[in-house]
């Protein structure tokens, strides 16, 4: 049984910083292509940013702008995504993903992938 259990995220201030976690068990971690998406309230659920299995490559939404780093660690089948200069904008429940159905593809869209985490919110103050 897949499961990808999410930590981190909360209150942030503007221009703070945080870690999000996804701890995945019951796949393989390094062949699989991970993501993270966001929605927040009112709005569908979007693309942030995915990595390879080997996590040699990275895609980010536009939106990002240089703020996120998306990351793999091997050791402890952890998917993380580092955000920096939050904004409010930003404020939005975050799910990670794993497994493309089509792998190596990268895709920007949650349905592309068989398993998500339960979400986790993030909500930054002005």
């Known amino acids: 049984q897949v499961q990808l259990v999410q930590s981190g995220g909360g209150l942030v201030e503007t221009g703070g910083s945080t870690i999000l976690s996804c701890i995945a068990s019951?796949?393989?971690?390094?062949?699989?292509?991970m993501a993270w998406f966001r929605q927040a309230p009112g709005k569908e659920r979007g693309f942030v940013a995915a990595?390879?299995?080997?996590?040699?490559?990275?895609d980010y939404a536009d939106f990002v702008e240089g703020r996120f780093i998306i990351s793999k660690d091997m050791a402890k089948n952890t998917l993380f995504l580092r955000m920096n200069s939050l904004q409010p904008e930003d404020t939005a429940v975050y799910y990670c993903a794993a497994e493309a159905r089509r792998p190596g593809t990268l895709p920007r869209s949650s349905d592309h992938y068989r398993y998500r985490g339960q979400g986790t919110q993030v909500t930054v103050s002005s």
């Open positions: 990595i390879s299995m080997n996590g040699g490559r990275a």
């Open positions: 019951g796949l393989t971690f390094v062949n699989s292509d």
